[in-house]
């Protein structure tokens, strides 16, 4: 028996990195798994691969930038799947725009993909969850959403916006629906090698306890672990997963 059978799991940016571990993870637990994301090849493979593992999933083409990028997931995974269980805001883009020459619409362009899409989509699967009496809705922010980092000024901003937005969803939606975030660190994806990679990254990771670089499959097991009641008196909270920065 999965930890998920039988529930619906929207994981938004799960084409690859961490969302594509925890969209093949929440498969294998027996979740029907919405994978999103704007690359159909990309979405098309994750989706197979999960088929061909013998789990269930579709997949839909939105972009987090677009203004009907909630209504898009929203309908398709009703219309597949009739309800949503679990919501996995994780979608994210990093601008390397710097502060003092950052425009007002590259600055919005992280926040909007960010944070107002996941604000967005989690106030269409909010009233389904409510319903239910039962949800987990789970925001992926980061370490820089809780200390800043030099450089990434809005990136930086828009996770600090995350952290925020999961306590007051929390709030807004307690009991029912369960709201919590992952910080996650220094975690080997695309987005981390867009950056200039492990280098780039070596100052943090020389901060922390474990001394290395965390895979996208550490994230999915957090995800798991928030995603069930085995996580039943965590609420408004974000679990840091980065190998132990500043302990
Ligand atoms: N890697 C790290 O070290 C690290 C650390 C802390 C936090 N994070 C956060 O973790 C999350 C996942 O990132 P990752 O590291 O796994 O990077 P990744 O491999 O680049 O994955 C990013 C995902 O987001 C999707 N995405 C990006 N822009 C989008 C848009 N405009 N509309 C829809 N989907 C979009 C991508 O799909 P398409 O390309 O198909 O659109 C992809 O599936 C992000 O929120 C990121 O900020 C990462």
């Given at each position: 028996?999965?930890?998920?059978?039988?529930?619906?799991?929207?994981?938004?940016?799960?084409?690859?990195?961490?969302?594509?571990?925890?969209?093949?993870?929440?498969?294998?637990?027996?979740?029907?798994?919405?994978?999103?994301?704007?690359?159909?090849?990309?979405?098309?493979?994750?989706?197979?691969?999960?088929?061909?593992?013998?789990?269930?999933?579709?997949?839909?083409?939105?972009?987090?930038?677009?203004?009907?990028f909630?209504?898009?997931v929203?309908?398709?995974?009703m219309?597949?799947?009739?309800?949503?269980?679990?919501?996995?805001?994780?979608?994210?883009?990093?601008?390397?725009?710097?502060?003092?020459t950052?425009?007002?619409?590259?600055?919005?362009?992280?926040?909007?993909?960010?944070?107002?899409?996941?604000?967005?989509?989690?106030?269409?699967?909010?009233?389904?969850?409510?319903?239910?009496?039962?949800?987990?809705?789970?925001?992926?922010?980061?370490?820089?959403?809780?200390?800043?980092?030099?450089?990434?000024?809005?990136?930086?901003?828009?996770?600090?916006?995350?952290?925020?937005?999961?306590?007051a969803?929390?709030?807004?939606?307690?009991?029912?629906?369960?709201?919590?975030g992952i910080?996650?660190?220094?975690?080997?994806?695309?987005?981390?090698?867009?950056?200039?990679?492990?280098?780039?990254?070596q100052?943090?990771?020389?901060?922390t306890?474990?001394h290395?670089?965390?895979?996208?499959?550490?994230?999915?097991?957090?995800?798991?672990?928030?995603?069930?009641?085995?996580?039943?008196?965590?609420?408004?909270?974000?679990?840091?997963?980065d190998?132990?920065?500043?302990?």
């Amino acid at each position: 028996m999965g930890k998920l059978d039988n529930k619906v799991a929207i994981i938004t940016g799960s084409t690859s990195g961490m969302g594509r571990d925890t969209a093949y993870l929440f498969a294998k637990e027996g979740a029907k798994v919405v994978v999103t994301g704007r690359n159909e090849a990309r979405a098309k493979e994750v989706v197979d691969k999960i088929k061909a593992d013998g789990g269930e999933a579709i997949y839909v083409i939105a972009d987090a930038a677009d203004k009907n990028f909630a209504q898009t997931v929203y309908d398709a995974t009703m219309e597949a799947y009739g309800t949503v269980d679990v919501l996995m805001n994780n979608a994210g883009m990093l601008s390397l725009a710097q502060f003092a020459t950052i425009t007002a619409e590259e600055f919005m362009e992280d926040i909007n993909i960010n944070v107002t899409s996941a604000l967005m989509l989690s106030q269409k699967v909010a009233p389904v969850m409510k319903a239910k009496g039962d949800g987990h809705i789970i925001n992926i922010a980061s370490i820089v959403g809780w200390a800043a980092h030099w450089g990434f000024v809005a990136y930086v901003t828009s996770k600090h916006a995350m952290v925020g937005l999961t306590k007051a969803m929390a709030n807004e939606l307690a009991p029912d629906i369960h709201v919590n975030g992952i910080c996650p660190g220094a975690i080997r994806t695309a987005m981390l090698a867009s950056v200039g990679g492990e280098d780039v990254f070596q100052p943090m990771v020389d901060r922390t306890c474990l001394h290395r670089i965390g895979e996208g499959s550490e994230i999915a097991k957090t995800a798991l672990f928030l995603a069930t009641s085995d996580s039943s008196f965590i609420d408004g909270q974000l679990l840091h997963v980065d190998g132990g920065v500043d302990v």
